[in-house]
């Protein structure tokens, strides 16, 4: 372990270049003769273009070329895919209308991409699409999910008639409707996850650029996930063959989900560079393209009934939903609302009898996809609402109503596909409630109302599934790739590694944490571990971080690398040491043999690899090793957030006074880290239950809340201090122990808050967010 | 077009640029200095904040024009050689940054927060200074802690901090 080990709180060795203002995000790259893109964009939700010209913009200043979805379509570019196939009830394929990466004749949401101009300059560009005159046919749109399906709806993919996607379902409905029907008791609730903007501070940005004389193409771009953008880019929008096409994703200002997709514009500029001669073609987002185009999040419309028997068990849980996936289906956006979300249904309960079913629609907004906890959230959310209404309901403590129906013995298999591996759920809801002073809560209660004020609590007990696995199971159910991950480790000569990662930081540390689980391995200092990611060129591939993936498969890739080094390392040693590789063992950056004062430096060792002039017989030169690590399943972290507010009820204004989170993440390797990670979540989380949420306007289809101007962001003075800690079960399913720790907090707060405000102010539901005129109209009545 | 010269890091920079050139992209292109970033495009998230003749400005919020003959201190202009601000080094200490896209706007509004509160600063001082500065990374609580550190040790050392 060490200073420097698992367990360690080090501080981040990236961070040196990001205080000092040395980062390098895709938007400080400017490649010689680099040329400018501005796109047009609808102002129209849903439109039949009838007409475009470019004339005046091809006349304008600067301009280089001014492309349409005719050129991009002349030139046989496939359009972008949805990535996971869900099968309807019936057994039909989802029905997945195309996605071209400029609209061509029907546009499908306000900022669908018309045209693209290509200039000299920025300035340029953008005052040369001005010009580009685009006559439209204005179509009805249809915004509400709940309303898609309507007789009068418009149609917004001939594919999907009715604009339904797929009409699809888990569990046993049988099963089910017979625990309705025999409860003693049974709680109905209508839920609405709200829309929300992922919103990563660093705009998307795509550099594409082609070498004429390689017939090479590279694209610099905002990516979570390098590889898989190469790789739909090639195999399916048709660039180039993986070989000729390197994708490089450098300093990236957070994702949340958001960047892993593979967007229109990523397209448009390599295909661009190409055509107007090879120069690099840059785009950056501004905030209100990022508004307009990055995918969103959440976006369900949910009845559920839960059945309990007279013991206050639950005996079965119904739930309907409809998903709202937006104008195109996104890279991922099918898997969100069914495999990530129905089959974490279960929460943290023992439900014998679970039926799901989930209509996922078009409408004419932008795309949703994966958005930090993508699924889990909204499957949190859920059911920890209906067990908070069914405590309040069934007159029991809500603490103790779930404590009854926690699971308490491991492995536990759901009937919604899962099985839980380990957990102790009493454990984080007993230091929670010690944490937040439970038994105090009642003085408080009276406390505040002396004050005028009304004060409530709200109890979340979340799981969520991480590190999405194993490959074979994901593929059967219609995963389009395979969800392991890779690693190399390179020893260089003088004893330093590299380890180069298919997993990508945007923000998580994991040149740190990384770096860390090396040196616990070898002893050798973070500071002579280089973590290599983010360049298709060097790294061979990987999947990307995503799902909290990045500690429980990506490290497990570069634990069992590091195997195959360390024992190549002993023989090597013991070769030299002329002892036996089983009494061989590395520590502190030496190999000794145990038991004896003979030793000698891990770099010696990595020096005589490379020199090769004493190896043991028939052993290659050189110390560099891979892997691929395909998990066995998933990980299931869990936790206990509780959530204690003052309500004013003059005002409606709602102050989070405790937040206290209880995780269980399994093993940690920078308590540090995992904190900060949780801090975020939580941010995410309030901000969604009290700030946060997409309006259209439900007639026009246009964006009505996009710019910080009018899509509330949490900023530091709507947060308190959060009270995070730990308690410990080990994953038995990856080498480390870990269970992943990135959208935890994302996905246990939103309940929390609501359930707290829904105590202080004494109604069933308020929806998210929780805006101060939502509650002050809760509480006078007038909603 | 019109003639701007600035100092920027103490050292002078001069260009015609159009009329319309924001400060952040005199900053950004024309004097090659990425580490002030754009986060939004109506003044709202902070990424670009920069201390014109030692006030915190948003630098996507002003033209290079009004600038002129100004001098401007960017996150590239903070440490002395190898020596960090102070609130550099607390941002790294109390891990006050994830992304780091958000921060170097964050350290330059600390910075100036802290020039202004020369008494001293407290929790919900901090958080309510904060309000031009969006992060979506740490959820503030590490900012905070980090600037409250940075404030208490300038306090304690004023000689240092400057
Ligand atoms: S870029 Fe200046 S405030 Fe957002
Ligand atoms: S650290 Fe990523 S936005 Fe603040």
Not at chain 2, 4 to 23: F, H, I, M, P, W
């Amino acid at each position: 372990m060490g200073i420097e080990g698992i367990g360690a709180r080090v501080v981040r060795k990236e961070d040196r270049r990001f205080i000092t203002g040395k980062g390098r995000y895709t938007d400080d790259i400017v490649l010689k003769d680099t040329t400018y893109a501005a796109f047009v964009r609808s102002p129209h939700a849903h439109a039949r273009i009838l007409s475009i010209d470019t004339t005046a913009a091809k006349a304008a200043p600067g301009v280089i070329d001014v492309l349409t979805g005719a050129d991009l379509a002349g030139d046989r570019i496939g359009g972008l895919i949805c990535g996971w196939m869900i099968h309807s009830k019936d057994g039909s394929p989802m029905k997945a209308g195309a996605h071209p990466a400029i609209a061509h004749e029907i546009v499908r949401h306000v900022g669908d991409q018309v045209a693209v101009v290509i200039a000299e300059t920025k300035a340029q560009a953008r005052d040369a699409a001005e010009l580009v005159e685009i006559d439209y046919e204005v179509l009805t749109a249809v915004v509400d999910p709940a309303k898609a399906q309507d007789a009068d709806a418009p149609q917004i993919h001939p594919e999907a008639a009715g604009n339904l996607i797929y009409d699809w379902h888990i569990g046993d409905a049988a099963a089910t409707d017979a625990a309705l029907a025999a409860a003693a008791r049974t709680i109905k609730l209508d839920i609405v996850n709200n829309r929300l903007v992922p919103n990563p501070i660093e705009p998307r940005v795509a550099i594409g650029s082609y070498d004429e004389a390689e017939e090479h193409f590279t694209l610099y771009n905002t990516s979570q996930n390098p590889h898989v953008a190469r790789l739909v880019l090639s195999a399916f929008v048709g660039i180039a063959p993986e070989h000729k096409l390197r994708v490089v994703a450098p300093d990236v200002g957070g994702g949340f989900g958001s960047k892993i997709f593979i967007y229109p514009e990523e397209t448009v500029c390599l295909w661009a560079s190409k055509k107007i001669g090879g120069r690099p073609v840059k785009w950056t987002s501004d905030r209100t393209e990022a508004f307009l185009t990055d995918c969103h999040g959440r976006d369900h419309v949910t009845r559920a009934e839960m059945a309990f028997d007279a013991d206050n068990r639950i005996t079965g849980f119904k739930v309907h939903t409809i998903a709202n996936l937006g104008a195109y289906m996104s890279t991922f956006s099918s898997s969100v609302p069914t495999y990530l979300y129905a089959t974490l249904l279960s929460g943290q309960y023992a439900i014998p009898a679970i039926y799901a079913e989930v209509e996922a629609v078009y409408t004419n907004t932008v795309p949703v996809d994966a958005y930090r906890g993508a699924g889990r959230p909204e499957a949190t959310y859920l059911i920890e609402r209906m067990m908070e209404t069914a405590a309040r309901e069934l007159g029991v403590d809500p603490a103790d109503l779930r404590r009854k129906n926690f699971v308490k013995s491991f492995p536990h298999q759901t009937p919604v596909i899962m099985c839980y591996d380990a957990g102790d759920y009493e454990a984080t809801l007993d230091k929670a409630l010690a944490a937040i002073d439970y038994a105090g809560l009642p003085a408080r209660k009276a406390a505040s109302l002396a004050k005028g004020k009304r004060r409530g609590l709200g109890f979340s007990c979340y799981i969520e599934a991480c590190g999405i696995a194993p490959s074979q199971a994901v593929g059967s159910l219609g995963a389009g790739v395979g969800l392991w991950e890779s690693a190399e480790v390179r020893v260089n000569p003088v004893g330093t590694i590299e380890v180069l990662t298919g997993s990508h930081s945007h923000g998580q540390g994991h040149e740190t944490t990384f770096a860390q689980l090396v040196n616990d391995r070898l002893g050798i200092g973070v500071n002579n571990v280089q973590i290599v990611h983010g360049d298709t060129d060097k790294v061979q591939f990987g999947m990307g971080t995503y799902g909290s993936r990045s500690g429980a498969v990506g490290m497990s890739a570069i634990v069992k690398a590091l195997d195959k080094v360390e024992a190549k390392a002993k023989k090597i040693a013991a070769h030299l040491m002329e002892a036996s590789e089983a009494d061989i063992v590395i520590e502190g950056g030496e190999v000794k043999v145990a038991g004896t004062d003979k030793t000698m430096a891990f770099a010696h060792v990595a020096l005589a690899a490379y020199t090769g002039h004493n190896l043991p017989a028939g052993m290659e030169p050189g110390l560099k090793e891979s892997a691929f690590y395909d998990p066995t399943n998933f990980t299931f972290p869990s936790g206990t957030y509780i959530c204690e507010v003052e309500v004013d009820p003059d005002t409606g204004v709602v102050e989070i006074e405790r937040f206290v989170a209880v995780d269980d993440f399994g093993n940690v390797i920078n308590p540090m880290i995992v904190e900060g990670q949780v801090h975020g979540g939580l941010a995410q989380g309030i901000g969604q239950a009290l700030l946060e949420g997409v309006t259209y306007d439900m007639e026009s289809g246009q964006l009505l809340t996009g710019s910080f101007m009018d899509y509330t962001m949490p900023r530091a003075d709507d947060l308190p201090s959060f009270e995070v800690s730990t308690t410990v079960t080990v994953c038995p399913g990856n080498p480390l122990g870990m269970k992943g720790c990135g959208e935890a907090g994302a996905i246990g707060s939103p309940p929390a808050v609501i359930n707290a405000i829904t105590d202080a102010i004494g109604v069933r539901d308020i929806a998210m967010p929780a805006t101060p005129s939502k509650v002050w109209a809760a509480l006078h009545g007038a909603a | 077009m019109t003639a701007v010269t600035l100092n920027v890091n103490g050292k002078r920079y001069s260009a015609d640029v159009e009329d319309r050139t924001l400060l952040v992209q005199f900053i950004r292109e024309t004097a090659g200095l990425t580490g002030t970033h754009v986060g939004c495009d109506t003044s709202q998230c902070g990424a670009c904040v920069v201390l014109l003749d030692d006030v915190a400005v948003k630098s996507c919020t002003m033209l290079a024009a009004q600038a002129n003959g100004g001098s401007v201190t960017t996150i590239e202009g903070l440490a002395r050689g190898d020596q960090l601000h102070p609130v550099q080094a607390a941002f790294r200490e109390h891990h006050g940054l994830q992304c780091g896209f958000c921060t170097p706007g964050m350290i330059m509004s600390a910075v100036d927060m802290i020039r202004r509160h020369p008494e001293g600063l407290d929790e919900a001082t901090i958080r309510h200074e904060l309000e031009g500065n969006i992060c979506r990374c740490t959820g503030y609580h590490n900012i905070v802690k980090a600037i409250q550190s940075a404030a208490d040790e300038m306090s304690a050392l004023p000689a240092a901090a400057e």
